[in-house]
Every structure is written in C-alpha cells, then in structure tokens.
C-alpha cells in the first residue's frame, strides 16, 4: 500500500514513547450522534451547568499536550502531527507554522503528519466552522512552547546550568555564558522523558521574534507533493488486493430499490459482485442512502456494471419534488406572519405609519459543493476490525458512524485522513465511508474503495438549503428605515437529524439574520416553516449565503430608493461606531463563542466595507455598461466585504474587477488567507451568476459539470484584490478565515448589475435572467 | 493486444481496449497523480499528454494510445522541476491541490506551444480545466511566471 500521510512515527523520541507510534485506537467516547453533528455552544445550555464556548464548548474539547503534537527524532527533525483535515485552506501549513515557531525550528526541518480519527487524543476533529486556527491557535502555542522549554531543560541538566539560561532557537539549544550549543536529536531523547513544564511557567514567545506567524514567506507543506502527483488524498489509496466499488442510489430522497436484476452487470468482465444496501431509516443523518453496489476489479468494470444494472425505483413521498412548485410554496409562506425569532419596537406600528415602504423578496436555489475530488473511501473490515483510509472533515463522526453500522467497538474502528480534494462541507458527513465498509464486509473483508462518480456527488448531495427572503422596510422622509421586517423561509440542516424539523436552528438564525447589525428601532424577523424533501447540508459560509444575498441587496434597493449612494447608505445604516452583544440581538449561537469576548464591532465592519470602496476606487466615472457594487458581511466573527465591477452585455455578466477585504482579527498566516479569500471570490461567483441545484419529479435535473455550471477561469476577473486588515495585536481573539470570504461576492455583484443596468435581480443565480 | 509506452515504459495491454486511459492508469498502474473528477471530459481533472499533447484520461480509450507515448504528472519533469511546477510551488498556487495536476499538464502544453501566452491565450487553452478552490487567478500568474523561466533557464 502507499504510505499515505499516517501519523505513525519512526524513531520520534520526544513524544514518540509508546505514543505516536501505537497504531491502537484509545478508547474514544462515543459522542451523542446531536452533539457530534451540530454545532455546540449554543446559550441554550442547561442553566445550571458553566456555559461553555469557543474551543471547549466542541465535542471531546482541545489538547495542548506537546507528546500529542510534536515529535523530535534523534536527527532533530520535527513532526507535528495536524489534527484537523487538509481541504485547501492550509491548515497543515499554518499548524506546523504555530508549532515551529514556539519550538524555535528551522522550516526546513520540519514535516507534518496527519492525524488518524481519535479525538480522546487530539480533541476535536471536527473541520468546519471556519475554527481550526480560531480554536487550536493557542493550544498548539503551548504544545510548542512545553516542547521547546523541555529541550531547553535536558540540555541545562547535561550541561550543568541553570534552564534559564539555555535557548532553544534557529534549530539549536544554546548556552551563551559558556558558549556550549547541540543540536535537537542529541536531547530529544531526554527531554521526553521530563515530566511536562507546569502550565503557569509556559512562555509563549512575543510576537516581536515571530519568524512565521504573521509572514508570509512560508510556501505550503504539501507543495512538492501536490505539484508532482504524489499527493495522497482519498480516492489515491491503494491496497493490496484492493476491489473497487460504485453504487447505484435511489434518485430521490427517501426512495428504495422495488426490485433489482443485476445478470447483465454480472456479466461485465470484470464485475465481482452485484447485491443491495438497505436504505437507513429516518433521520437520515449521516447514514448511507442504499441502493445496488457493484464491485469490480477496477472501478471503470464497476461503473460499466452498474450501467447494466435493471432497477425499479420506489420514490417515496419525495418524488413530486419540483423546485418551480417549491419556491412558490415558499414564496407563500413569506408572504405571512409566523413565528418571531428577533422582535425590537413595534415594527407594525411603523410600517403603517411610514412614508415609504419597500418590498424584496429574494430567491436562492439549492446548491452542490462538488469538491473536485468526489467523495471516496477505501475500507477494510475483516477479522473483527474496520480500517478505513478517507478524506473526512470529520474523522470521529466517522469512526463513531462505522462502529455504530458495523457494531464494533470504538478500539476496533481505524479511520486514517488523508489529504482532501476540497471539502466545502460534503465531507463532513461521512455516508459514504460507511458505504465503503459495508461493500469489504460484504467482499469477506478483501479491501474495498467506493468511489462516487460527479453523477453520484451532484444528485445525491447534502444541498445547500434553498430559501425565500422576503424584506420589507418603512422609510421616514430621508430615507432611512424606521422599521425591518424580514421572513426567511428554508428547510433546515436541522431536517437530517430530526425527521420532519422545519424551522431553522440557532445556528442558522445566528448567520446573519437574527444578528443584523443595523441601527434600525424597529426589527422583526420571522422564520415561517419550510419541509426538506433533499438532504440539506453545509456548504462553505451556509445560511450566511441566502441571508447576505437579500439583506445586502435590500440595502442598495433602500439606497436607491432613498437616491442615496449604496456604500454610504451602508455606511449609515450601520449607523455609529459601537459593540453589539449577540444575545441582545437575539442570537443564542454566536458562532459557539464567548459573547463578552467575540462581539459585533460595527466599526470593524464599516472598515471593511472602506477598504473595499477603496480598492476598487468606489465612485469613479465607468464606462457604459459597467456598475460598482458593493456589500459588507460579518460571519464566523470575522468581518468581510467585497466590491465589484462588473459589465454587462447581451451575453451576460462578466466581473471585471473584484476588491475583498477581511478583518479576521490576528492573522496567523497572511498568504493562506489571501488565497482563502480569492478562492471564496471565485466560488461566490459561481453561486452568483451560474450554479444551480433543480428538482423535478424529486430528481435533480443537474448531472455533471456540463450542466452543474461553476466558475471558470476565463469568467475570474482579471483583476483580483485582496485587503487584508491588520489586527493591533497577536493577542485578540482570531476570527474565522475559510468561509466569510463568500457571502457578500453575490450581493456585491447583484448590487454592480444593477449599477450598470437599472435592472435589479433578485433570483439566483443571475445569469438566468440574460438565458432566456 | 495494444502497445504504447507510459513514462518512458513499455506497457501492453490486452484486456477491454474501451477502458478509459484514465483508470488504467490509476487502477491497474497506480499512477493516482491523474484525477477523476468528472468522467466526461469537462473538468480537466484527468490530463495527460500522449505524444506531447493535452488530452482528457477520462475519455480517451486506451486503443487511442496504440504506438504512442503516455506521460503523466509523475513524469512530466525528473525532479518536479519543470518550469510550471516550479512556477506553481513558487506562486503557492495550490489550495486542496486536486486538479493541480491536470492544470499543471494543460499549462505544460500550452506552453510547448505558446511560450509567451497572452491572458487570453491562457482563458482560451485553460478553459476547460475546473478548479473548485478558485485558484484561477494564480494558475494565470504562475503560467506566465513558467514561460519567463522557460524564456531565461
């Protein structure tokens, strides 16, 4: 097999002991299926226990252990072990970064090793929310720093000297009164067997001596192997003996196989084994769909069997799904009062007292995260054991879903990260590694990979949800609003854990829509109910999509109507420079975290939102056919936003220039967050102008890339900036840099087309309208 | 029976000659370097060279490569030293690095033939290749880096 990214160690001796190297599983608590699945932190906690957030409100918390994270071989080079998955925002990179720098290594020195799915030991695995660095920044300081001063005290024993006095730095330990120095490898060995450093003598270094944090000279780990094809990630893992599998699944949510004949598909040369997966029972959480597997002796001999397969489909309830009927149903639903999830003032009163009143409704169709690399699992389940080799976001949701199918025990459940070819929420949940499993048992254990075809990843997604915005705004006589009353109607991610839910959960109410940061006197806010008839599940930035879609193009609606200019009407409606508490504004989520600490700073938003004008020179002369944009978010406690110009022609949209600015409070690795940013740039277009999810007789009407229509390179503006806003210091808190790039691109593009046109478009995606 | 080489080696093949190069060359060969991303040649994640140029893995039979001569990722350059990996790793142009691959061939071969391509050079030969991260502005950035390096070794 490939040696693939394990965190196995050789001859680690700091960490190392029996540790690293035992391949064994330490006996994980298994997770309440809610717990693990659904973000924690919520206020809503029982009252009598401690509210928790940030890093310990999440499943099985943090470890700053350095036995955990970091190992010394007796060489000196260094391997930290990343406990969160790779998926293209870097992590690997910028963990190793943290750690090198409290140790005092030199780069060139030091490997990363991926964690298996444990987090008894590395705390949670959990990749999303935009929190790896947020949560583990300062626990792998620690780690760092206990590793360095432990080096630091073995060479202070040997050498006779006070630990005081030695310095561990440039890869070196160094006595300067007696001008004595080694390397790492001749100490690594005795420093790990000292007891760990007293967490109050922990001296994290200052910021001052920061040779990686805050640079931008550090290239990516993974660089050499990603540029020559030896990358591993979940679809390249190779065993001896290894089948290969692919399933057909029922078409529509909900539906079961009526009666199969797989002859022809036996006949395939090179087909093994044609048999049927029970579908799960509802909620169908992160459990397998069913359907027909075909496993074969290559997957090109699996995929011509199943062609060959001859199934009847039982629909289910599921199979009148239509997206036209749907949104109108939601278009219904929007149009009357329901139940208030934020209610400020007396916003009846001031809408019938109003001067001017304003309407929009807005449409946001389903969406599929499509990472390139469609999800694939390699398993192994023999002898009483599951060995699986997967790209996951979520390594223990795994192993607990394969124990729980399998019904092993968690010691006898191995789930090995590889490197993910994008993740952007789909591999958070982990249906298809427990495929994969079910496919070796019934192989009598030979290994097995399952891989998903695009077919398979875009019609059988966990889709972004699909929702109506609907906002009405009363004007006073310059133009400001007086009262805001908004009603989201989208079926909820909520629905896949508890059949039948239809309300959004505070986490989604908390992206946006309740925590509007307006200085209006009258709000209220309404989520009338909405039934999922697909799975609905994250994607990159979730309901911050719909919600910033809407309520940053209502604000140009209200600019517009007020004749002001959009950016300073923004500005304004922001209103003055102050610090909102969550909780006042009736979101109980706060992105999990502590609301005394992560607070809405209007002015950091409204800083955001100059920097882009800046940047994209917000008001100068265009020429004919082009318009400015513009649109300020804040989600995942970082603030964004972004303007754009675009053009527009007969043909469509073309985005000609595209300014983002983020404040993302310290910046931990600038060039990784430049690169998160212009990728959110890149996919907030293709959600903007092109991609859409459809349904009809339950089935999407999108199959492939040929009809799935995402952003291209020759649609990516040709000019791209990006505007990172500096923190004061290295000790605020970190917001989130992965997903609050994407949210405002599409209302900063709406806002640009109807600058260029006078045509404003309040359906995704807008291409639509220039197609017909 | 078809032959034809793969990185320089000898191979023959006799068994369904329909089979996408694409799976023979991770399946059988374990040359996982080729991605699978879209099995109908629109997203470019597949591309290999056969007699230097940019073809789609995915749906090119292997009775298309009789007598000729298959490159991959793995054998574009020695050492990963060919002007656009080195370009790419300089640019830090990857982000989960999936289709990296298949961008880096198409680049490689634009390039043979294109040695100073204009932006529009780069959308026209570039289009076909998705990358879901959104790396496209450094993929143009890194290719023009490449053909200066080309240009001045």
Known sequence: MRPGIAADAKTQALGASSELSRRTVLGAAAALIVSAALPTGSLAQESNAPLKFGRDAMPNGWRDDPRVFVAIDREGIVTVTCHRSEMGQGVRTSIAMTVAEELGAEWSKVRIAQAWGDETRFGNQDTDGSRSLRHFFMPLRRAGAAARIMLEQAAAKEWGVSASEVRAEDHMLRHAASGREAGWGEFAERAARLPLPDEKSLTLRPAAEFRYLGKDHTGLIDNHDITTGKATYGIDVRLDGLLYAVIARPPVFGGAVKSFDGAAAMKVPGVLKVFAIEPSPPPTEFNPLGGIAVVAKNTWAAIKGREALKIEWNDGPNGSYDSAAFRASLEDAARKPAKPVRADGDVDAALAGATKRVVGEYYIPHLAQAPMEPPAATARVANGTCEVWTCTQAPQATHDRLAKRLGLKPDQVRVNVTLLGGGFGRKSKPDYVVEAALCSQAMDGAPVKLTWTREDDIQHSYYHTVSVERIEAALDEKGMPTAWLHRSVAPTIGSIFVDGAKNELPFELGMGLVNLPFAIPNVRIENPEAAAHVRIGWFRSVSNIPHAFAIQSFVAELAHAASRDPKEYLLELIGPDRILDAVKLGDVWNYGEDPSVYRLDTARLKRAIDAAATGIGWGRKLEKGRGLGIAGHYSFVTYTAVAAEVEVTDGGIAVRQVDIAIDCGPQVNPERIRSQMEGAVVMGMGLALSAEISFKNGRAEQGNFDAYDLTRIDAAPRILNVHLLPATTFDRPLGGVGEPGVPPVAPAIANAVFAATGKRIRALPLNKEFSA | ?153
């Open chain 2, 1 to 153: 029976m078809v032959d034809f080489t793969v990185n320089g080696t000898d191979k023959s093949y006799d068994g369904d000659e329909a089979m996408p190069l694409l799976w023979y060359l991770r399946d059988e060969l374990g040359l996982t370097g080729t991605k699978f991303g879209c099995g109908i040649a629109a997203c470019g994640a597949c591309t290999i060279h056969i007699d230097g140029e940019a073809v789609r893995g995915c749906v090119t039979p292997i009775s298309a490569a009789a007598g000729k001569a298959v490159v991959t990722i793995e054998a574009l350059s020695k050492d990963g030293d060919h002007p656009v990996q080195i370009a790419w790793r300089e640019l830090n142009v990857a982000q989960c690095g999936y289709c990296q691959p298949g961008q880096m061939m198409q680049a490689a071969a634009l390039l043979a033939t294109t040695p100073e391509p204009t932006d529009d050079d780069i959308d026209e030969q570039m289009y076909g290749n998705l990358c879901r991260c959104g790396t496209y502005p450094r993929i143009r950035a890194a290719i023009k880096l490449a053909a200066a390096k080309a240009a001045r070794p």
